[in-house]
Protein backbone atom coordinates (compact mmCIF):
# COMPACT_ATOMS: atom_id res chain seq x y z
CA UNK A 1 0.00 0.00 0.00
CA UNK A 2 2.87 2.67 -1.12
CA UNK A 3 2.01 5.58 -0.76
CA UNK A 4 -0.62 5.61 1.49
CA UNK A 5 -0.42 8.36 3.54
CA UNK A 6 -0.68 10.81 0.60
CA UNK A 7 -4.36 11.97 -0.40
CA UNK A 8 -6.24 11.31 -3.36
CA UNK A 9 -4.61 14.69 -4.61
CA UNK A 10 -1.19 13.48 -4.30
CA UNK A 11 -0.37 15.53 -1.24
CA UNK A 12 -0.58 14.86 2.67
CA UNK A 13 -3.78 14.63 4.53
CA UNK A 14 -4.33 16.31 7.37
CA UNK A 15 -3.88 13.71 9.44
CA UNK A 16 -0.75 12.75 8.38
CA UNK A 17 0.62 16.39 8.58
CA UNK A 18 -0.64 15.93 12.40
CA UNK A 19 0.87 12.62 13.16
CA UNK A 20 4.31 13.56 12.19
CA UNK A 21 4.57 16.64 14.16
CA UNK A 22 2.96 14.84 16.77
CA UNK A 23 6.37 12.09 16.36
CA UNK A 24 3.28 9.87 16.21
CA UNK A 25 4.61 8.58 13.28
CA UNK A 26 5.62 4.53 12.47
CA UNK A 27 9.47 4.83 10.77
CA UNK A 28 8.40 3.44 7.20
CA UNK A 29 5.50 6.13 7.09
CA UNK A 30 7.86 8.60 8.14
CA UNK A 31 9.98 7.68 5.48
CA UNK A 32 7.47 8.58 3.21
CA UNK A 33 6.06 11.46 4.66
CA UNK A 34 9.70 13.08 4.53
CA UNK A 35 9.79 11.64 0.58
CA UNK A 36 7.17 13.43 -0.18
CA UNK A 37 7.94 16.65 1.79
CA UNK A 38 11.09 17.10 0.33
CA UNK A 39 9.79 17.25 -3.44
CA UNK A 40 6.08 19.43 -2.66
CA UNK A 41 6.89 22.37 -1.29
CA UNK A 42 3.14 22.80 -0.77
CA UNK A 43 3.21 20.29 1.78
CA UNK A 44 6.36 22.10 3.07
CA UNK A 45 4.42 25.03 4.00
CA UNK A 46 1.08 23.43 4.99
CA UNK A 47 3.37 21.62 7.84
CA UNK A 48 5.11 25.09 8.61
CA UNK A 49 1.70 26.68 9.20
CA UNK A 50 0.60 23.46 11.26
CA UNK A 51 3.52 24.12 13.66
CA UNK A 52 3.06 27.72 14.26
CA UNK A 53 -0.24 26.56 15.61
CA UNK A 54 -0.14 26.41 19.40
CA UNK A 55 -2.53 25.63 21.83
CA UNK A 56 -4.90 28.61 22.89
CA UNK A 57 -3.15 28.80 26.29
CA UNK A 58 0.12 27.95 25.37
CA UNK A 59 1.20 24.51 27.39
CA UNK A 60 -1.66 22.89 29.33
CA UNK A 61 -0.87 24.50 32.95
CA UNK A 62 -1.75 21.54 34.91
CA UNK A 63 -3.55 18.40 34.18
CA UNK A 64 -6.96 18.34 35.67
CA UNK A 65 -8.36 21.68 33.82
CA UNK A 66 -8.80 19.01 31.08
CA UNK A 67 -10.64 16.73 33.07
CA UNK A 68 -13.49 19.17 33.78
CA UNK A 69 -17.00 19.13 32.84
CA UNK A 70 -18.81 22.63 32.63
CA UNK A 71 -21.88 20.79 33.24
CA UNK A 72 -23.50 20.14 37.08
CA UNK A 73 -22.29 16.63 37.69
CA UNK A 74 -25.84 14.56 38.22
CA UNK A 75 -28.72 15.96 37.01
CA UNK A 76 -30.10 14.37 34.59
CA UNK A 77 -31.30 15.40 30.54
CA UNK A 78 -34.79 15.73 30.82
CA UNK A 79 -35.42 13.79 27.89
CA UNK A 80 -34.71 10.38 29.90
CA UNK A 81 -37.04 8.53 29.29
CA UNK A 82 -36.82 7.13 33.40
CA UNK A 83 -37.87 10.49 34.50
CA UNK A 84 -40.95 9.95 35.29
CA UNK A 85 -39.65 7.92 37.75
CA UNK A 86 -37.28 10.79 39.96
CA UNK A 87 -39.83 11.04 42.41
CA UNK A 88 -40.08 7.69 43.39
CA UNK A 89 -36.33 7.70 43.55
CA UNK A 90 -36.12 11.02 45.53
CA UNK A 91 -38.85 9.40 47.90
CA UNK A 92 -36.71 6.31 48.20
CA UNK A 93 -33.67 7.75 48.64
CA UNK A 94 -35.09 9.83 51.78
CA UNK A 95 -37.13 7.20 53.25
CA UNK A 96 -33.52 5.40 53.46
CA UNK A 97 -32.02 8.06 54.79
CA UNK A 98 -29.79 9.59 52.09
CA UNK A 99 -30.01 12.81 51.45
CA UNK A 100 -27.77 13.38 47.86
CA UNK A 101 -26.20 16.59 47.08
CA UNK A 102 -28.72 17.67 44.27
CA UNK A 103 -31.70 17.15 46.43
CA UNK A 104 -33.54 20.24 47.14
CA UNK A 105 -32.95 19.79 50.68
CA UNK A 106 -29.39 20.99 51.97
CA UNK A 107 -29.93 18.97 55.66
CA UNK A 108 -25.94 18.80 56.79
CA UNK A 109 -25.02 15.00 55.96
CA UNK A 110 -22.19 13.16 57.81
CA UNK A 111 -18.74 14.73 57.44
CA UNK A 112 -19.75 18.15 56.65
CA UNK A 113 -17.52 20.86 57.69
CA UNK A 114 -17.70 24.42 58.59
CA UNK A 115 -14.56 26.01 59.06
CA UNK A 116 -14.71 29.43 60.22
CA UNK A 117 -17.98 31.34 59.85
CA UNK A 118 -18.03 32.05 56.35
CA UNK A 119 -17.26 29.61 53.53
CA UNK A 120 -18.44 26.06 53.41
CA UNK A 121 -16.82 23.96 50.61
CA UNK A 122 -18.46 20.33 50.07
CA UNK A 123 -17.03 17.52 47.84
CA UNK A 124 -18.96 15.67 46.52
CA UNK A 125 -18.21 12.30 44.20
CA UNK A 126 -20.32 11.54 41.38
CA UNK A 127 -22.69 8.45 42.03
CA UNK A 128 -24.58 6.31 41.76
CA UNK A 129 -24.99 7.14 44.66
CA UNK A 130 -23.21 10.41 44.77
CA UNK A 131 -21.04 10.67 48.05
CA UNK A 132 -20.04 13.40 50.21
CA UNK A 133 -16.47 13.23 50.27
CA UNK A 134 -14.88 13.85 53.74
CA UNK A 135 -11.10 15.36 54.81
CA UNK A 136 -8.78 12.40 54.01
CA UNK A 137 -11.08 10.56 52.12
CA UNK A 138 -9.87 8.36 49.29
CA UNK A 139 -10.61 9.08 45.96
CA UNK A 140 -9.38 7.28 43.05
CA UNK A 141 -8.29 7.89 39.28
CA UNK A 142 -11.50 8.55 36.98
CA UNK A 143 -13.36 9.52 39.60
CA UNK A 144 -15.74 12.59 39.21
CA UNK A 145 -16.21 15.13 41.94
CA UNK A 146 -18.09 18.36 42.25
CA UNK A 147 -18.64 20.71 44.78
CA UNK A 148 -21.11 22.80 46.82
CA UNK A 149 -20.73 26.03 48.63
CA UNK A 150 -22.51 27.64 51.69
CA UNK A 151 -21.76 31.65 51.88
CA UNK A 152 -22.13 33.87 54.84
CA UNK A 153 -22.19 36.69 52.44
CA UNK A 154 -22.36 37.92 48.59
CA UNK A 155 -18.72 38.07 47.11
CA UNK A 156 -16.33 36.68 44.97
CA UNK A 157 -15.42 32.67 44.17
CA UNK A 158 -13.01 30.64 43.53
CA UNK A 159 -12.16 26.78 43.95
CA UNK A 160 -9.24 25.12 43.14
CA UNK A 161 -6.96 22.52 43.79
CA UNK A 162 -3.22 21.19 44.68
CA UNK A 163 -2.39 18.17 43.80
CA UNK A 164 0.84 15.60 45.04
CA UNK A 165 2.85 17.36 43.11
CA UNK A 166 1.76 21.12 44.25
CA UNK A 167 1.01 22.22 40.83
CA UNK A 168 -2.49 24.06 41.42
CA UNK A 169 -4.94 23.81 39.22
CA UNK A 170 -8.60 25.45 38.98
CA UNK A 171 -11.76 24.09 39.03
CA UNK A 172 -14.11 26.78 39.60
CA UNK A 173 -14.48 28.98 37.43
CA UNK A 174 -12.72 26.03 34.85
CA UNK A 175 -9.75 27.94 33.72
CA UNK A 176 -7.88 30.61 35.18
CA UNK A 177 -10.09 33.54 35.87
CA UNK A 178 -11.48 35.62 37.77
CA UNK A 179 -13.89 34.78 40.81
CA UNK A 180 -17.19 34.66 39.73
CA UNK A 181 -19.91 36.08 41.41
CA UNK A 182 -21.46 34.32 44.39
CA UNK A 183 -24.12 34.62 46.41
CA UNK A 184 -24.72 34.15 50.34
CA UNK A 185 -27.32 31.38 50.84
CA UNK A 186 -28.68 29.88 54.01
CA UNK A 187 -27.99 26.25 52.15
CA UNK A 188 -25.28 24.82 50.41
CA UNK A 189 -25.43 25.55 46.78
CA UNK A 190 -24.10 23.48 43.62
CA UNK A 191 -21.23 24.89 41.54
CA UNK A 192 -21.77 24.37 38.16
CA UNK A 193 -18.23 22.70 37.55
CA UNK A 194 -16.71 19.10 38.33
CA UNK A 195 -13.38 17.37 38.05
CA UNK A 196 -12.30 14.07 37.10
CA UNK A 197 -9.68 12.97 38.87
CA UNK A 198 -6.35 12.39 36.77
CA UNK A 199 -3.92 9.18 37.41
CA UNK A 200 -1.52 11.78 39.68
CA UNK A 201 -1.55 9.45 43.37
CA UNK A 202 -1.38 11.14 46.84
CA UNK A 203 -2.28 14.41 48.67
CA UNK A 204 -5.13 16.13 46.71
CA UNK A 205 -6.14 19.49 48.14
CA UNK A 206 -9.30 21.46 46.98
CA UNK A 207 -9.81 25.10 48.31
CA UNK A 208 -12.84 27.36 47.78
CA UNK A 209 -12.05 30.69 48.45
CA UNK A 210 -14.33 33.97 48.32
CA UNK A 211 -13.22 37.62 48.81
CA UNK A 212 -15.45 40.60 48.90
CA UNK A 213 -13.75 42.61 45.82
CA UNK A 214 -12.75 40.37 42.54
CA UNK A 215 -9.42 38.82 42.23
CA UNK A 216 -7.68 36.31 39.65
CA UNK A 217 -6.95 32.72 39.89
CA UNK A 218 -2.98 33.82 40.05
CA UNK A 219 -3.26 35.69 43.04
CA UNK A 220 -4.39 32.82 44.88
CA UNK A 221 -2.82 29.82 42.86
CA UNK A 222 0.80 31.08 43.96
CA UNK A 223 -0.61 31.97 47.21
CA UNK A 224 -1.40 28.06 47.45
CA UNK A 225 1.58 26.67 45.77
CA UNK A 226 3.75 28.65 47.85
CA UNK A 227 2.32 27.30 51.20
CA UNK A 228 2.19 23.74 50.03
CA UNK A 229 6.14 24.25 48.81
CA UNK A 230 6.62 25.35 52.42
CA UNK A 231 4.36 23.24 53.90
CA UNK A 232 2.78 25.77 55.74
CA UNK A 233 -1.02 25.95 56.76
CA UNK A 234 -3.55 26.87 54.05
CA UNK A 235 -5.28 29.47 56.53
CA UNK A 236 -5.90 32.70 55.04
CA UNK A 237 -4.58 32.62 51.35
CA UNK A 238 -5.83 36.47 50.62
CA UNK A 239 -6.34 38.73 53.36
CA UNK A 240 -9.32 39.51 54.08
CA UNK A 241 -11.02 36.31 52.37
CA UNK A 242 -12.50 33.41 53.76
CA UNK A 243 -11.82 30.21 52.37
CA UNK A 244 -12.29 26.65 53.36
CA UNK A 245 -10.94 23.40 51.89
CA UNK A 246 -11.36 19.49 52.24
CA UNK A 247 -7.66 17.29 51.75
CA UNK A 248 -8.16 14.07 49.74
CA UNK A 249 -6.21 11.27 49.27
CA UNK A 250 -5.99 9.53 45.90
CA UNK A 251 -5.04 6.41 45.72
CA UNK A 252 -4.74 3.56 43.01
CA UNK A 253 -7.96 1.92 41.60
CA UNK A 254 -10.91 1.03 43.40
CA UNK A 255 -11.37 -2.53 43.65
CA UNK B 1 2.76 0.29 4.09
CA UNK B 2 -0.84 0.48 5.66
CA UNK B 3 -1.55 3.21 8.57
CA UNK B 4 -2.82 1.47 11.22
CA UNK B 5 -6.06 0.42 12.23
CA UNK B 6 -8.77 2.15 13.81
CA UNK B 7 -11.72 -0.15 14.53
CA UNK B 8 -15.38 1.43 14.54
CA UNK B 9 -16.12 4.32 16.76
CA UNK B 10 -14.55 5.26 19.50
CA UNK B 11 -16.84 3.73 22.67
CA UNK B 12 -17.66 0.81 20.95
CA UNK B 13 -15.36 -2.71 19.42
CA UNK B 14 -16.37 -4.04 16.35
CA UNK B 15 -17.98 -7.30 16.38
CA UNK B 16 -15.40 -10.46 16.16
CA UNK B 17 -12.51 -8.20 16.72
CA UNK B 18 -10.42 -9.10 19.76
CA UNK B 19 -11.17 -8.57 23.01
CA UNK B 20 -10.43 -5.83 24.52
CA UNK B 21 -8.24 -7.81 27.39
CA UNK B 22 -6.22 -9.54 25.05
CA UNK B 23 -4.17 -6.48 23.14
CA UNK B 24 -5.14 -3.39 25.14
CA UNK B 25 -2.71 -1.12 26.11
CA UNK B 26 -1.31 0.09 29.28
CA UNK B 27 -4.38 2.62 31.15
CA UNK B 28 -4.02 5.84 28.78
CA UNK B 29 -2.89 8.69 30.62
CA UNK B 30 -5.20 11.35 28.99
CA UNK B 31 -3.37 14.58 30.49
CA UNK B 32 0.06 13.39 28.77
CA UNK B 33 -2.01 12.64 25.54
CA UNK B 34 -3.38 16.07 26.14
CA UNK B 35 -0.08 17.79 26.09
CA UNK B 36 1.21 15.72 23.67
CA UNK B 37 -1.87 15.64 20.85
CA UNK B 38 -3.79 18.69 22.28
CA UNK B 39 -2.37 20.87 19.69
CA UNK B 40 -3.02 17.99 16.17
CA UNK B 41 -6.80 17.85 18.14
CA UNK B 42 -7.13 21.71 18.32
CA UNK B 43 -5.57 22.19 14.18
CA UNK B 44 -8.58 19.50 13.34
CA UNK B 45 -11.08 21.43 15.28
CA UNK B 46 -10.44 24.32 13.70
CA UNK B 47 -11.09 22.62 10.55
CA UNK B 48 -14.83 23.09 11.58
CA UNK B 49 -14.61 26.18 14.36
CA UNK B 50 -13.51 29.41 14.89
CA UNK B 51 -10.78 29.75 17.32
CA UNK B 52 -12.52 31.29 19.88
CA UNK B 53 -15.21 28.51 19.53
CA UNK B 54 -12.62 26.00 18.90
CA UNK B 55 -11.16 26.13 22.43
CA UNK B 56 -14.47 25.16 24.10
CA UNK B 57 -14.64 22.39 21.87
CA UNK B 58 -11.41 21.04 22.84
CA UNK B 59 -12.46 20.79 26.30
CA UNK B 60 -15.36 18.80 24.68
CA UNK B 61 -13.34 16.73 23.00
CA UNK B 62 -10.75 15.21 25.93
CA UNK B 63 -13.91 14.76 28.12
CA UNK B 64 -15.46 12.65 25.44
CA UNK B 65 -11.91 11.30 25.40
CA UNK B 66 -12.52 10.51 29.53
CA UNK B 67 -15.15 8.79 28.92
CA UNK B 68 -14.50 6.67 25.83
CA UNK B 69 -10.38 6.30 26.36
CA UNK B 70 -11.17 2.60 27.53
CA UNK B 71 -12.25 1.67 24.24
CA UNK B 72 -8.52 2.38 22.59
CA UNK B 73 -7.04 -0.69 22.33
CA UNK B 74 -4.32 0.69 20.48
CA UNK B 75 -5.13 -0.76 17.10
CA UNK B 76 -3.97 2.86 15.58
CA UNK B 77 -2.06 5.54 16.34
CA UNK B 78 -3.27 7.90 19.35
CA UNK B 79 -3.30 10.96 16.87
CA UNK B 80 -5.81 8.66 14.75
CA UNK B 81 -7.96 7.76 17.11
CA UNK B 82 -8.12 11.35 18.73
CA UNK B 83 -8.70 12.68 15.49
CA UNK B 84 -12.04 10.79 14.98
CA UNK B 85 -12.98 11.06 18.14
CA UNK B 86 -12.74 15.41 17.72
CA UNK B 87 -14.03 15.05 13.90
CA UNK B 88 -17.27 12.77 15.09
CA UNK B 89 -17.76 15.32 18.16
CA UNK B 90 -17.38 19.03 15.82
CA UNK B 91 -20.16 16.36 13.26
CA UNK B 92 -22.52 16.38 16.06
CA UNK B 93 -22.07 19.52 17.27
CA UNK B 94 -22.40 21.19 14.38
CA UNK B 95 -25.77 19.50 13.71
CA UNK B 96 -26.73 19.61 17.67
CA UNK B 97 -26.77 23.75 16.84
CA UNK B 98 -28.91 23.42 13.76
CA UNK B 99 -27.03 25.87 12.23
CA UNK B 100 -28.56 26.06 8.83
CA UNK B 101 -25.03 26.82 7.50
CA UNK B 102 -22.54 25.03 4.86
CA UNK B 103 -20.40 22.56 6.78
CA UNK B 104 -16.98 24.36 7.24
CA UNK B 105 -17.13 27.21 4.86
CA UNK B 106 -17.88 30.07 7.50
CA UNK B 107 -14.28 30.00 9.31
CA UNK B 108 -12.70 29.71 5.76
CA UNK B 109 -9.95 26.76 5.70
CA UNK B 110 -6.77 27.02 7.34
CA UNK B 111 -3.66 27.27 5.80
CA UNK B 112 -1.92 23.78 6.86
CA UNK B 113 -5.11 22.24 5.27
CA UNK B 114 -5.82 20.52 1.88
CA UNK B 115 -8.87 22.43 -0.28
CA UNK B 116 -11.83 21.48 -0.75
CA UNK B 117 -12.60 20.20 -4.28
CA UNK B 118 -15.39 22.15 -5.04
CA UNK B 119 -15.41 21.62 -8.37
CA UNK B 120 -17.27 18.60 -7.59
CA UNK B 121 -21.12 18.65 -7.60
CA UNK B 122 -21.66 15.83 -4.83
CA UNK B 123 -18.96 17.33 -2.49
CA UNK B 124 -20.40 20.74 -2.74
CA UNK B 125 -24.12 18.81 -2.02
CA UNK B 126 -22.95 17.36 0.73
CA UNK B 127 -20.92 19.84 2.22
CA UNK B 128 -24.40 22.50 1.59
CA UNK B 129 -26.85 19.74 3.16
CA UNK B 130 -26.27 16.41 3.01
CA UNK B 131 -24.05 15.68 6.03
CA UNK B 132 -26.83 17.41 7.92
CA UNK B 133 -28.98 14.57 7.43
CA UNK B 134 -26.80 11.46 6.72
CA UNK B 135 -26.24 8.98 9.76
CA UNK B 136 -22.50 9.08 11.44
CA UNK B 137 -20.89 6.97 9.70
CA UNK B 138 -21.69 8.43 6.43
CA UNK B 139 -21.32 11.49 7.49
CA UNK B 140 -18.36 10.71 8.96
CA UNK B 141 -16.78 9.20 5.64
CA UNK B 142 -18.50 12.25 3.28
CA UNK B 143 -16.16 14.26 5.86
CA UNK B 144 -13.19 12.02 5.56
CA UNK B 145 -13.43 11.95 1.66
CA UNK B 146 -14.55 15.10 0.52
CA UNK B 147 -13.25 17.50 3.56
CA UNK B 148 -9.93 16.27 4.27
CA UNK B 149 -9.37 14.37 0.46
CA UNK B 150 -8.89 10.63 1.82
CA UNK B 151 -8.29 7.80 -0.58
CA UNK B 152 -10.77 4.65 -0.27
CA UNK B 153 -7.48 3.10 1.23
CA UNK B 154 -7.15 5.46 4.07
CA UNK B 155 -10.65 5.80 5.34
CA UNK B 156 -10.92 2.00 5.44
CA UNK B 157 -8.02 2.22 7.43
CA UNK B 158 -8.90 4.88 9.83
CA UNK B 159 -12.60 3.62 10.44
CA UNK B 160 -11.71 -0.25 10.28
CA UNK B 161 -13.59 -1.50 7.58
CA UNK B 162 -13.14 -2.84 4.51
CA UNK B 163 -12.27 -1.03 1.16
CA UNK B 164 -15.41 -2.50 -0.31
CA UNK B 165 -17.55 -0.99 2.45
CA UNK B 166 -15.71 2.66 2.03
CA UNK B 167 -16.67 2.06 -1.78
CA UNK B 168 -20.62 1.25 -1.03
CA UNK B 169 -20.84 3.63 1.17
CA UNK B 170 -19.45 6.52 -0.98
CA UNK B 171 -21.68 5.48 -4.09
CA UNK B 172 -24.35 5.72 -1.97
CA UNK B 173 -23.51 9.10 -0.57
CA UNK B 174 -23.50 9.96 -4.53
CA UNK B 175 -26.77 8.54 -5.23
CA UNK B 176 -27.62 10.71 -2.40
CA UNK B 177 -26.03 13.65 -3.49
CA UNK B 178 -27.60 13.36 -6.75
CA UNK B 179 -31.12 12.83 -5.33
CA UNK B 180 -30.77 15.81 -3.45
CA UNK B 181 -28.73 17.86 -6.46
CA UNK B 182 -32.17 16.70 -8.51
CA UNK B 183 -34.73 17.99 -5.50
CA UNK B 184 -33.41 21.50 -5.51
Known amino acids: MEGEWL ?37 RARLASARDVTMPWGELPVLEPLHRDARPPLPEPANRPWRWMLPLVVAAAV ?23 GLLLEVWRSGPPPSLVGPGDEVHPGDRVGFRVRAGADGYLLILGVDESGRAYPCHPSRPA ?39 YTEVSSALEA ?21 LTKVGKRH | MPMMQC ?13 MSSNRPAAVDVGAWYRRYGPAVYRRILRFYGRQEA ?6 VFLRVLRVVHSYRGDCSPVTWLYQVATRHCLNRLRDARRRRELLLEFGRPDWSREIDRTDPDARIFLSQLWRDLDEELAMIG ?15 VLGVSRRTVGNRLARLRELAEQAAETT
Open chain 1, 95 to 117: LFGFVGPWSISSNDAPGMRLKGT
Open chain 2, 143 to 157: VYYFVDGMSHGQIAE
Open chain 2, 55 to 60: EEVLQE
Open chain 1, 227 to 247: AVESDQPLSSLLDGCVQDEVV
Open chain 2, 7 to 19: YGRPGTRPSGSVP
Open chain 1, 7 to 43: GRDGHLVDLMIDRLLCDDLTPDERTGVEAHLADCSGC
Open chain 1, 178 to 216: EAVPHQASGAAMTVKAAIVMDALLGTEQIVAVQCAAPFH
